[in-house]
């Protein structure tokens, strides 16, 4: 009832730039955070290991970063259209990894928070 859809990414080179964008739709009462947190190469198969937060904001739009991304990362949020995206520029070999978009929603006035989560998509620095 709820999806998560992501779009951009792909392969640049070191320095270079990447956009993501998530758009959140379905039966959705409102959105507490949103944000991207990814998974590099290799991690998944790590027991317990988690997916790291890359860049969160809130409904009010007070953000948080990864110090590893904090100056060349910018996350940004249209609360009127339920979507969230995060510009990267010079971006470095160590930030390939797929990255997930999360949003934290209830479908009722009166329901439980859910975290709910995008696909995922590639994004690769490499010369």
């Known amino acids: 009832q709820v999806e998560l859809v992501e779009s951009g990414g792909g392969l640049v080179q070191p320095g270079g730039s990447l956009r993501l964008s998530c758009a959140a739709s379905?039966?959705?009462?409102?959105?507490?955070?949103m944000g991207w947190y990814r998974q590099p190469p290799g991690k998944e198969r790590e027991l317990g290991k988690e997916?790291?937060?890359?860049?969160?904001?809130?409904?009010?739009?007070?953000?948080n970063s990864a110090d590893s991304v904090k100056g060349r990362f910018t996350i940004s949020r249209d609360n009127t259209k339920n979507t969230v995206d995060l510009q990267m520029t010079r971006l470095k070999p160590e930030d390939t990894a797929v990255y997930y978009c999360?949003?934290?929603?209830?479908?009722?006035?009166?329901?439980?928070?859910?975290?709910?989560w995008g696909e995922g998509r590639q994004v690769t620095v490499s010369s």
């Open positions: 999360n949003a934290r929603l209830r479908i009722t006035p009166t329901g439980s928070w859910y975290d709910y």
């Open positions: 997916r790291e937060l890359v860049a969160s904001i809130s409904s009010d739009g007070l953000t």
């Open positions: 379905g039966r959705i009462f409102s959105i507490d955070g």
